[in-house]
Structure formats: C-alpha cells, structure tokens
C-alpha cells in the first residue's frame, strides 16, 4: 500500500502553503521597495535654493511628518503642519551678501520682502517634493533589480513605489493643518524669541506702527533742540565740547535714527555707547553696526553683555570707531576709558557672575594708574562695574538697567546710567508700555574735561507722542535727590 501524498494528510490544506509564500514574496518585495526607497531619498531628496536673501538647502526626510527651519547659530523652529512619513526640513545656510545689499537699499524691494520670500520657498519645496518622488521610485526599481533579480521584480518594485508616494502624498495633504504655522516649536536660542518679540503676525503690525511714530518723534527733535538753543550756554560760556552718551541700541535702527539727528542737531563732536548695540552679536546684525560708520564724527564703544567678538570686530572695522577693552582714546581733547563686560548673554555658559563684573572694573582703575594724567570719562556696560572707579574717575557712564539714573558715589564720582537709546530693541513691542528711546548730551569743558551739564533726551514708545528734552546745570542745587541704578534686569 503507498504512503498518502501531503495533500491528503487530514486537516491540512493544501492552500496555506501557497497563501504563505505568497505573502512572503509580497513583504519581501515590499521590503526592498521601502529600503531602496528610503535610500534613494537619504541620497537624492534635497536642493539647494535661495531664500530671500539666504541660501538654503530644502530636504524631505523620512522622519515622520511635519517641518523644521533650522537657523544656525539660533536654533530651530518646528511645525507639526501634518503627518506622514515624510519630514520637511529647511536650512539657512548663509546669508547672500549682494541679495542683501540690495535688500537694504532699496525700500521697494524691502517691501516686497515676505512675497518673494514665499515664492522662494514655495518653489524650493515644488523642486525637492518632485525630486523626491522620482529618488524613491527609482531607488526602489534599482534595489529591487539588484536584490530580486526577477525579470518582473522591477515592474513590481516600480508599481509599488509609485502607489506608496501617491499615499505619501495624501496622507500629508488630507492632514494638512495651516493653523500649525502660528504654533511652532522653538530649540536653542529660539527658545526666548516669542518672549522677547512676541507672535509674529504681532510683532509686524506693531513695528509699522511703531516705526511710523517714530520717524515723527524724531523729526520733532530739530523742533525742541530750537528751544533748548535759546537757553544760556551750558558751561557759562560758548567754549565747550559735546559728547552724545547712548546705550543699549539693541539692533532697533530708529535708535541709530535718532543718534544720527542728535549728532547734526546739537552739533556733537563724538559719541559715546556703553555697550549692547546688538541683541544676538550675530554677523548678519552687521548691517545696523555699519551705520556707525556713517555718523560722521568720532565712535566710542565698549562691549556689552549682548555684543560678541563679532560685534566687537564690526564696530572695530568702522573708520570713525574705537573699541576701549582696557585702553583709552582721546576725542575732542576728552581723555575717555573704558572696560567691557565680560559676559555674552545669548551663551550662558560664558556668564561669569557679578564678582567678574568688580573685577574688571578693579582692572580699568588699575590701568588708569598707570597714565600719565587722569581720564576725565570712563565708560562700561553694567553700573555693578563703576564701585571700583569711584574717586578714579571724575564721570563714569554705563546703561545695561534701561533705566536713566544719576547718582553721587561716596568718593565724588558721578555715575550716570542711560535708559536704553534703543528703546529695549524689538522686545519692548511685546509690553504694554514700550520703553523710551533716551540718550543724553554731555557739555565738557574743553580745558579741564569737568562736566558742566548735560541736556537728557527722551522720545516715548510705541503709542507715545511725547518728546521731551531736559537740561541739568553740574553744580547748581538738586531739586531731589536722583534715583540709584535699578537693579541689572535678567534680559539686559
């Protein structure tokens, strides 16, 4: 008697067998389509465009859905726009120096700036979604041919793929979700920017409206300085030099605005700035620093906590400008000093405490020792860097507190403190009460370097139309005591 064939075994079918090598010639197949796939867009899914004025490279990758603008040095934003297994990526790779001169020059093109910069990205991601495609499909056909070897493997492979990035493509469009885009995640430095700025539908409205206020209040200037030139002569005598005391700018150009008519209309033989003319210290904030060299007169700077070594270099490379890091310069015959501060907010780790602060200004009073005659000026960032220089120095001047103080130290040295000449920068639009934009005229005596009065300045913010000018005569009785410097405010 034969054996019975397998087929006639009880209760085993003959189907399964075939079901399951059916099955796993699909999955074998569709392994090698998604391998080869995910390697043909690893390989070939990117471009490189231009954005605006910045040079970027715009990739998919296969890391699940949404987007990412990555903006080295900042950090990164990310937008969780919709699902999918396809992740947009965006990154600013540098800033194109001739697309952005043009931008700078030309308020038509300014203007224009957000509709082309759509257009470009709109176009970028076009480009690198059709790229992408055509990556997948023919890595997966390639791998397919060279792993399967079958003479219809390719056929398969070129169907699957195709049917998988049609999928890829519904999947994204049918969870699209635009509201997303208000809503995106910040990493890096980044993390603090809705803080400072708040939204940017917000911030947009409120700068045109605050730069509209502005270009009023600082025309009204020339209206003022007409009174302020009728008052007696400062120094009891027409024989005085004028130095222009500003600080904390940060990257706001109507501070730079109002600098440059304070300069003509009070006729100021140099400027004086303690510091934070930028907010990030990054080289693109290199456009602002370059109107420092178009002022016209002399430019005194000494570092702020928001100024790195690239601003540091910027301003350095303006022909009108010097940079004291423990030196001094004399302008309009005035001995001036000076120290940085030693920190760089946007790094903490390059924050070294307050203690560091008194050191370096122990540092300026040591150095100042070492000259021949006293200084008549000394100038740091952070008011915590003046102790040491008290009875050094007969007029030390800082900002850093953004609040506007005069104060008598112990040993008859008079500190003053500027507000901030910026008005606190882009952050102040995101308060209710936006900070002034202040700065202050020094009168000196030409022979002696004593100061002999000074003319306070102050244009109010956003929504403010007030624009006063006050003098204050060195050496008359004080009507009130001033306040003391407010205590250095975490995002100063």
Same mark, same amino acid.
């Given at each position: 008697?034969?054996?019975?064939?397998?087929?006639?075994?009880?209760?085993?079918?003959?189907?399964?067998?075939?079901?399951?090598?059916?099955?796993?010639?699909?999955?074998?197949?569709?392994?090698?389509?998604?391998?080869?796939?995910?390697?043909?867009?690893?390989?070939?899914?990117?471009?490189?465009?231009?954005?605006?004025?910045?040079?970027?490279?715009?990739?998919?990758?296969?890391?699940?859905?949404?987007?990412?603008?990555?903006?080295?040095?900042?950090?990164?934003?990310? @937008?969780?726009?919709?699902?999918?297994?396809?992740?947009?990526?965006?990154?600013?790779?540098?800033?194109?120096?001739?697309?952005?001169?043009?931008?700078? $020059?030309?308020? @038509?093109?300014? /203007?224009?700036?957000? /509709?082309?910069?759509?257009? #470009?990205?709109? #176009?970028?991601?076009?480009?690198?979604?059709?790229?992408?495609?055509?990556?997948?499909?023919?890595?997966?056909?390639? $791998?397919?041919?060279?792993?399967?070897?079958?003479?219809?493997?390719?056929?398969?492979?070129?169907?699957?793929?195709?049917?998988?990035?049609?999928?890829?493509?519904?999947?994204?469009?049918?969870?699209?979700?635009?509201?997303?885009?208000?809503?995106?995640? *910040?990493?890096?430095?980044?993390?603090?920017?809705?803080?400072?700025?708040?939204?940017?539908?917000?911030?947009?409205?409120?700068?045109?409206?605050?730069?509209?206020?502005?270009? #009023?209040?600082?025309?009204?200037?020339?209206? !003022?300085?007409?009174?302020?030139?009728?008052?007696?002569?400062?120094?009891?005598?027409?024989?005085?030099?004028?130095? +222009?005391?500003?600080?904390?700018?940060?990257?706001? %150009?109507?501070?730079?605005?109002?600098?440059?008519?304070?300069?003509?209309?009070?006729?100021?033989?140099?400027?004086? #700035?303690?510091?934070?003319?930028?907010?990030?210290?990054?080289?693109?904030?290199?456009? +602002?620093?370059?109107?420092?060299?178009? !002022?016209?007169?002399?430019?005194?700077?000494?570092?702020?906590?928001?100024?790195?070594?690239?601003?540091?270099?910027?301003?350095?490379?303006?022909?009108?400008?010097?940079?004291?890091?423990?030196?001094?310069?004399?302008?309009?015959?005035?001995?001036?000093?000076?120290?940085?501060?030693?920190?760089?907010?946007?790094? %903490? /780790?390059?924050?070294?405490?307050?203690?560091?602060?008194?050191?370096?200004?122990?540092?300026?009073?040591? *150095?100042?020792?070492?000259?021949?005659?006293?200084?008549?000026?000394?100038?740091?960032?952070?008011?915590?860097?003046?102790?040491?220089?008290?009875?050094?120095? %007969?007029?030390?001047?800082?900002?850093?507190?953004?609040?506007?103080?005069?104060?008598?130290?112990?040993?008859?040295?008079?500190?003053?403190?500027?507000?901030?000449?910026?008005?606190?920068?882009?952050?102040?639009?995101?308060?209710?009460?936006?900070?002034? !934009?202040?700065?202050?005229?020094?009168?000196? /005596?030409?022979?002696?370097?004593?100061?002999?009065?000074?003319?306070?300045?102050?244009?109010?913010?956003?929504?403010?139309?007030?624009?006063?000018?006050?003098?204050?005569?060195?050496? !008359?009785?004080?009507?009130?005591?001033?306040?003391?410097?407010?205590?250095?405010?975490?995002?100063?």
């Amino acid at each position: 008697m034969s054996e019975p064939t397998p087929a006639a075994v009880p209760g085993r079918s003959p189907v399964a067998p075939a079901i399951l090598r059916l099955v796993g010639r699909w999955a074998a197949r569709l392994a090698v389509v998604l391998g080869g796939a995910w390697l043909g867009i690893l390989l070939l899914g990117r471009v490189d465009a231009p954005i605006g004025p910045f040079d970027a490279t715009v990739a998919l990758r296969p890391l699940g859905g949404g987007a990412s603008l990555d903006v080295p040095p900042l950090g990164a934003l990310e @937008v969780d726009a919709y699902d999918g297994p396809l992740r947009l990526e965006i990154a600013l790779s540098r800033v194109d120096e001739i697309r952005a001169t043009q931008l700078a $020059t030309d308020p @038509v093109a300014l /203007d224009g700036l957000v /509709d082309d910069v759509s257009a #470009d990205l709109r #176009d970028a991601v076009e480009r690198v979604a059709l790229l992408t495609a055509l990556a997948a499909v023919a890595g997966a056909t390639t $791998t397919s041919l060279l792993v399967l070897r079958g003479g219809r493997e390719p056929l398969v492979a070129l169907g699957l793929s195709a049917a998988l990035v049609a999928g890829t493509a519904g999947v994204s469009a049918a969870t699209w979700r635009p509201e997303a885009l208000s809503q995106p995640t *910040y990493t890096g430095l980044l993390v603090n920017a809705t803080s400072l700025i708040g939204g940017a539908q917000d911030i947009v409205a409120r700068f045109d409206a605050y730069r509209a206020s502005l270009e #009023d209040l600082v025309a009204n200037v020339s209206t !003022l300085y007409a009174t302020v030139s009728a008052l007696p002569p400062p120094g009891g005598s027409g024989d005085t030099v004028a130095l +222009l005391h500003v600080s904390d700018i940060h990257l706001n %150009p109507a501070g730079l605005d109002l600098v440059a008519q304070v300069v003509d209309q009070f006729d100021v033989d140099a400027v004086l #700035d303690t510091g934070d003319l930028t907010d990030w210290g990054t080289l693109p904030e290199g456009s +602002l620093v370059a109107r420092v060299g178009a !002022l016209g007169v002399p430019y005194v700077f000494t570092k702020g906590n928001h100024d790195s070594t690239v601003t540091v270099e910027l301003v350095a490379a303006q022909p009108n400008a010097t940079v004291l890091d423990d030196s001094a310069v004399t302008v309009a015959g005035i001995d001036v000093v000076g120290t940085p501060d030693p920190r760089f907010t946007p790094d %903490p /780790d390059a924050d070294d405490g307050a203690q560091t602060l008194e050191e370096t200004g122990e540092g300026l009073a040591a *150095y100042v020792a070492t000259l021949p005659r006293p200084p008549a000026v000394a100038l740091v960032h952070d008011p915590e860097q003046a102790p040491p220089l008290d009875g050094v120095v %007969p007029l030390v001047l800082a900002g850093h507190t953004h609040e506007r103080a005069v104060t008598r130290l112990d040993g008859g040295t008079l500190l003053m403190v500027q507000g901030s000449t910026g008005g606190a920068g882009l952050r102040a639009l995101q308060g209710e009460y936006p900070e002034p !934009l202040t700065c202050t005229v020094l009168y000196l /005596d030409p022979g002696t370097g004593a100061l002999t009065a000074y003319d306070e300045i102050t244009l109010g913010g956003l929504g403010q139309t007030e624009v006063t000018i006050e003098r204050e005569v060195v050496g !008359l009785p004080a009507a009130g005591a001033r306040p003391a410097p407010a205590p250095a405010s975490p995002t100063g």
